[in-house]
């Protein structure tokens, strides 16, 4: 066990790590392995590799001997939204194939969501598209397309269903696994491509850091007497949109919707006030402790785009899968950790043969401080 650490400092330094250097896209590029690109989850789920990244050099070591990590003192915080099968297929009035990612319901009475379209010409508003039962033997519902949103230059759609989006969901949709993963969505998709504390319905993908804990890993926390603590962020399908421009701060972020409970405010300021860590499970968590940090707001829509340079305000460790390269994630990671110790840490996982992505292997980081 580590032992306890000192009394956390309120203030920030003025100037974090790679404040003055001049990124560029190509700067959070590295090369990878396609067979390295995991496409199916470890038989169980903690035991996914772990890289202790909170030192130099890292060390290899296995998800289930997280707890070694910890103190006492320290709080978790975890996301704890839950994946939709949110994928749905179906065809137009025409026959013409149509696939649906339902991005978001909304909350009103006439069973609207704003979703992704997929087709091969997009149809004119007032159009009604036949859903597909997930045989696709026959109507399971049907959606009647009211425009693209927020506006006609929009990459979204909204739709009015003809039932509850989130049953007909459950019953017909698909896991909207992530592009790099290549196979069709199947029974263990249903149970892995979600975390054991899931309890709020809203993301189209999976906080995957998450994904490693299971109830023996819980337990030896709960043993050690570390606190746990919920957010949550409704992931979105931008998380998958690439960055574009060389400039990364031509970039535009995709917007989600958070929530930071009033019993998760307390808990990270008795953490605080103990001397513990606030450890983030994921780069969701992350997003979202920092979004109320600067804001102030508890609930609401967060584009916040985290890049190196940024002051970060609560999260003192992160738990985080290896991401794409040329990400917005990529540029998360670095901005917590260091720009030049998070690359070295991939080309360790690279030549150590670890396996990358959402079904891949995880690595702990610490925050770094000038």
Same mark, same amino acid.
């Given at each position: 066990?580590?032992?306890?650490?000192?009394?956390?400092?309120?203030?920030?330094?003025?100037?974090?790590?790679?404040?003055?250097?001049?990124? +560029?896209?190509?700067?959070?590029?590295?090369?990878?392995?396609?067979?390295?690109?995991?496409?199916?989850?470890?038989?169980?789920?903690?035991?996914?590799?772990?890289?202790? *990244? +909170? @030192?130099?050099?890292? %060390?290899?070591?296995?998800? @289930? =001997?997280?707890? &070694?990590?910890?103190?006492?003192? =320290?709080?978790?915080?975890?996301?704890?939204?839950?994946?939709?099968?949110?994928?749905?297929?179906?065809?137009?009035?025409?026959?013409?194939?149509?696939?649906?990612?339902?991005? %978001?319901?909304?909350?009103?009475?006439?069973?609207?969501?704003?979703?992704?379209?997929?087709?091969?010409?997009?149809?004119?508003?007032?159009?009604?598209?036949?859903?597909?039962?997930?045989?696709? %033997?026959?109507?399971?519902?049907?959606?009647?397309?009211?425009?693209?949103?927020?506006?006609?230059?929009?990459?979204?759609?909204?739709?009015?269903? =003809?039932?509850?989006?989130?049953?007909?969901?459950?019953?017909? *949709?698909?896991?909207?696994?992530?592009?790099?993963?290549?196979?069709?969505?199947?029974?263990?998709?249903?149970? @892995?491509?979600?975390?054991?504390? $899931?309890?709020?319905? *809203?993301?189209?993908?999976?906080?995957?850091?998450?994904?490693?804990?299971?109830?023996?890993?819980?337990?030896?926390? =709960?043993?050690?007497?570390?606190?746990?603590?919920?957010?949550?962020?409704?992931?979105?399908? *931008?998380?998958?949109?690439?960055?574009?421009?060389?400039?990364?701060?031509?970039h535009v972020m995709h917007s989600e919707w958070y929530e930071v409970p009033a019993a998760t405010q307390q808990?990270?300021?008795?953490?605080?006030?103990?001397?513990?860590?606030?450890?983030?499970?994921? +780069?969701?968590?992350?997003?979202?402790?920092?979004?109320?940090? @600067?804001?102030?707001? $508890?609930?609401? &829509? +967060?584009? #916040?785009?985290?890049?190196?340079?940024?002051?970060?305000?609560?999260?003192?460790? #992160?738990?985080?899968?290896?991401?794409?390269?040329?990400?917005?994630?990529?540029?998360?990671?670095?901005?917590? $950790?260091?720009?030049?110790?998070?690359?070295? #840490?991939?080309?360790?996982?690279? $030549?150590?043969?670890?396996?990358?992505?959402?079904?891949?292997?995880?690595?702990?980081?610490? %925050?770094?401080?000038?």
């Open positions: 066990m580590e032992r306890a650490c000192p009394a956390l400092k309120h203030t920030m330094p003025s100037a974090p790590p790679d404040a003055s250097r001049a990124f +560029t896209l190509s700067d959070f590029d590295y090369h990878l392995p396609p067979e390295l690109i995991a496409q199916h989850p470890t038989p169980e789920r903690s035991a996914a590799r772990l890289l202790d *990244g +909170t @030192r130099w050099p890292p %060390r290899d070591r296995i998800f @289930r =001997d997280l707890p &070694d990590f910890f103190s006492p003192l =320290d709080l978790l915080v975890f996301n704890d939204t839950q994946v939709m099968k949110a994928r749905l297929y179906g065809e137009k009035p025409s026959g013409g194939k149509v696939e649906l990612l339902i991005e %978001r319901v909304l909350p009103s009475s006439g069973h609207e969501v704003l979703a992704h379209l997929k087709v091969s010409k997009k149809p004119p508003a007032g159009t009604v598209l036949h859903l597909w039962q997930r045989d696709g %033997r026959s109507v399971a519902a049907r959606a009647t397309l009211l425009g693209r949103w927020p506006d006609e230059e929009g990459t979204l759609f909204r739709l009015a269903l =003809d039932q509850d989006p989130y049953a007909l969901m459950a019953a017909h *949709g698909h896991v909207p696994l992530p592009p790099y993963i290549e196979h069709a969505d199947d029974a263990q998709d249903e149970e @892995r491509y979600q975390t054991v504390f $899931a309890q709020r319905p *809203g993301a189209v993908a999976a906080p995957t850091a998450a994904l490693h804990f299971d109830q023996g890993v819980l337990d030896a926390l =709960d043993r050690l007497g570390v606190q746990r603590a919920s957010v949550t962020l409704h992931i979105g399908a *931008g998380t998958f949109v690439p960055c574009k421009s060389e400039n990364i701060h031509e808990a990270i300021a008795d953490a605080r006030a103990r001397g513990g860590r606030v450890v983030a499970v994921g +780069t969701t968590s992350v997003r979202t402790l920092e979004s109320w940090a @600067r804001t102030g707001a $508890a609930s609401g &829509d +967060t584009a #916040l785009y985290i890049t190196p340079g940024f002051e970060f305000a609560l999260v003192d460790r #992160l738990i985080t899968n290896f991401h794409l390269p040329k990400s917005t994630l990529m540029m998360l990671v670095t901005a917590f $950790a260091g720009y030049d110790h998070v690359m070295a #840490l991939y080309s360790h996982a690279v $030549a150590q043969r670890y396996r990358f992505f959402s079904y891949g292997d995880s690595m702990l980081l610490q %925050r770094a401080s000038v």
